[in-house]
Every structure is written in structure tokens, then in C-alpha cells.
């Protein structure tokens, strides 16, 4: 995601022609777009946008499941 940012201000300053952007080549410019969709085919086809996600949801279920705990008056576990 902070390199669609970058390809995106890359973009705006080269458009705009400020600061030293302006002298560079459109190919430097667009090479992050490149890039992040190297890295986007990458992270789908190994499963880590998947495994992350997972994590997320497994997180948020044990930060809801401690709550409930601390509600009831019930210390929640450590991690092991």
C-alpha cells in the first residue's frame, strides 16, 4: 500500500512539475505501479494476504473473548 502512495505522489509531482521530479523520466515515475503489482501478485500467491487476514480475525476473537472475561470479574489467560 506505501508504494501505490509513493507511485500516486510520484505521479501528482511529475503531472504538476514540481521539485526535481520534474526532470525525471516517466519511466521512474511509473515504476512503483510496476512494482506494487508485482508485490500484490506476490502476496496472493503465496496466501499472506490470506494468513493476514486470518491473524486479524483470530486477534480480534481473543480481544473479544479477554473482554467478555474482564467483564465477568475472570483474569484472561497468558499466552502460553
Known amino acids: 500500500m506505501y508504494l501505490l502512495g509513493l ?5 501528482l509531482l511529475k503531472y504538476l512539475e514540481i521539485g526535481p521530479v520534474a526532470n525525471w523520466s516517466w519511466w521512474w515515475v511509473l515504476a512503483p505501479y510496476g512494482v506494487t503489482a508485482l508485490w ?3 502476496a496472493d500467491s503465496t496466501g499472506y494476504t490470506k ?6 480475525i483470530e486477534q480480534r476473537k481473543q480481544d473479544r473473548i479477554n473482554k467478555h ?3 465477568l470479574g475472570m483474569r484472561p489467560r497468558k499466552p502460553r
Do not use: F
Open 7 to 11: 507511485a500516486l505522489v510520484l505521479t
Open 40 to 42: 500484490w501478485a506476490w
Open 51 to 56: 494468513r493476514k487476514a486470518m491473524e486479524k
Open 69 to 71: 472475561k474482564d467483564a
